[in-house]
T-cell receptor, first 111, second 115 residues
Framework: LAKTTQPISMDSYEGQEVNITCSHNNIATNDYITWYQQFPSQGPRFIIQGYKTKVTNEVASLFIPADRKSSTLSLPRVSLSDTAVYYCLVGDFTGFQKLVFGTGTRLLVSP | DAGVTQSPTHLIKTRGQQVTLRCSPKSGHDTVSWYQQALGQGPQFIFQYYEEEERQRGNFPDRFSGHQFPNYSSELNVNALLLGDSALYLC??????????????FGQGTRLTVV
């Protein structure tokens, strides 16, 4: 499983766009990139998944360059409720995939 | 449609005791995985159950064991509790297979404190 590296923490203000970058230099051809969000004392929640280029849903966008060695999670116009830990995971994410979490990025959104 | 439910939500045990945590997967899911999350760390994979058998296991001692029932629900058992077992225990369910619609859903976790 490819190892990921992401910033330990980030600070932002309400209404700003937040971009969290994840490095995964050893990503395999069959690997996808998935981001999870976790609030204190809750289980992680799936945000978005992608393989290449750009993926967008109602919550976030995921940008993946052509070499796929990194990815950027973009959260538009964050609010206080976006304060959480964000995890970047890489793998084939089939039903039997065991998820390998790093320490994640702790995002703090202030008023 | 209920998501993944875990019980109890909080638990306090004494060193040396045994504990059982329970998980009901999301409706339609047949695979259950357990994770341990220490304070300030990401979740760590313990093991995974499918068709009532342990399918794969992480780097955890034999004190950690589990079971999956015919209705796909699962239990995590920890024997001879150590102070270091204090953590948030998370259950995740998914649908077996190789398709892309195999997103894992997590429960809210069980907070175990060993004193």
């Amino acid at each position: 499983l490819a190892k990921t590296t992401q910033p330990i923490s980030m600070d932002s203000y309400e209404g700003q766009e937040v971009n969290i970058t994840c490095s995964h230099n050893n990503i395999a051809t069959n690997d996808y990139i998935t981001w999870y969000q976790q609030f204190p004392s809750q289980g992680p929640r799936f945000i978005i998944q992608g393989y290449k280029t750009k993926v967008t849903n109602e919550v976030a966008s995921l940008f993946i360059p052509a070499d796929r060695k990194s990815s950027t999670l973009s959260l538009p116009r964050v609010s206080l409720s976006d304060t959480a830990v964000y995890y970047c995971l890489v793998g084939d994410f089939t039903g039997f995939q065991k998820l390998v979490f790093g320490t994640g990025t702790r995002l703090l959104v202030s008023p | 449609d209920a998501g993944v439910t875990q019980s109890p939500t909080h638990l306090i045990k004494t060193r040396g005791q045994q504990v059982t945590l329970r998980c009901s997967p999301k409706s339609g899911h047949d695979t259950v995985s357990w994770y341990q999350q220490a304070l300030g760390q990401g979740p760590q994979f313990i093991f995974q159950y499918y068709e009532e058998e342990e399918r794969q296991r992480g780097n955890f001692p034999d004190r950690f064991s589990g079971h999956q029932f015919p209705n796909y629900s699962s239990e995590l058992n920890v024997n001879a509790l150590l102070l270091g077992d204090s953590a948030l225990y998370l259950c995740a369910s998914s649908l077996a297979g190789t398709g892309r619609d195999t997103e894992a859903f997590f429960g809210q976790g069980t907070r175990l404190t060993v004193v």
